[in-house]
């Protein structure tokens, strides 16, 4: 199993709390993403990084913010949250390696406002 | 832009049937298909890939078959067992880029 580790697991909090849902990686990956998986299972990618101080939006938009300050740290932080940032919340890594590295996930943040 | 459509959304089968799961991508210059199986409060976890210059490859139970020119790929498992139970994904890689697309997932039941 990989070595990508998120917490919390689960988080219960109330509107307009800011939140940082924590994601880390033992494996030295320098590409590491953060998805968000809705209750029809679909997976959209909303924050990618391809090393150290490199942070990009991804396919959908997100009211969150990342930050990659060291190779094995990629945190996501919701300034404000809302319900309608109900969701769970999977962090990613891949390898330096060939292009064809596959992705390892953690086992998710779910996360409730209400 | 590029998508991945993934079919059924939901298939349940008989405990040693066979189950096969079926994707279309539409970037033409994809090369890289991973299959990933997500069990209930974890994250998904890769079961098979391939690249684009392979027609199929098998791993025990799994096999997952390409078809380049219909932009097609499909995962296939037999002798399923209970354990097969699961949402599975499948992802292609456009060219030029490290990011993913993923299917809508298919949420497999092996009924026993």
């Known amino acids: 199993e990989a070595d990508i580790y998120q917490t919390p697991r689960y988080l219960v909090i109330g509107t307009g709390k800011k939140i940082t849902l924590e994601c880390s990686q033992t494996?030295?990956?320098?590409?590491m993403y953060w998805y968000q998986q809705d209750p029809g299972m679909e997976l959209h990618l909303i924050h990618y990084?391809?090393?150290?101080?490199?942070?990009e939006k991804g396919d959908l938009s997100s009211e969150s913010t990342v930050s990659r300050i060291r190779t094995e740290h990629f945190p996501l932080t919701l300034e404000s949250a809302r319900p309608s940032h109900t969701s769970q919340y999977l962090c990613?890594?891949?390898?330096?390696?060939?292009?064809?590295?596959?992705?390892?996930f953690g086992n998710g943040t779910r996360l409730t406002v209400t | 832009g590029e998508n991945v459509e993934q079919h059924p959304s939901t298939l349940s089968v008989q405990e040693g049937d066979s189950a096969v799961i079926k994707c279309t991508y539409s970037?033409?210059?994809?090369?890289?298909f991973p299959w990933y199986k997500q069990e209930l409060g974890k994250g998904p976890q890769l079961i098979i890939d391939?690249?684009?210059?392979?027609g199929e490859k098998k791993d025990q139970r799994i096999a997952v078959t390409l078809n380049k020119t219909a932009k097609h790929f499909s995962l296939h498992i037999t002798e399923t067992q209970p354990e097969d139970s699961a949402v599975y994904f499948c992802?292609?890689?456009?060219?030029?880029?490290?990011?993913?697309?993923f299917g809508t997932g298919t949420r497999l039941k092996v009924l026993a």
């Open positions: 990613a890594s891949s390898d330096r390696g060939p292009r064809d590295s596959p992705l390892h």
């Open positions: 494996m030295g990956h320098d590409k």
């Open positions: 990084s391809y090393g150290v101080n490199s942070t």
């Open positions: 970037d033409s210059a994809s090369n890289y």
């Open positions: 391939i690249r684009s210059n392979v």
């Open positions: 992802a292609a890689r456009p060219s030029g880029t490290y990011k993913y697309i």
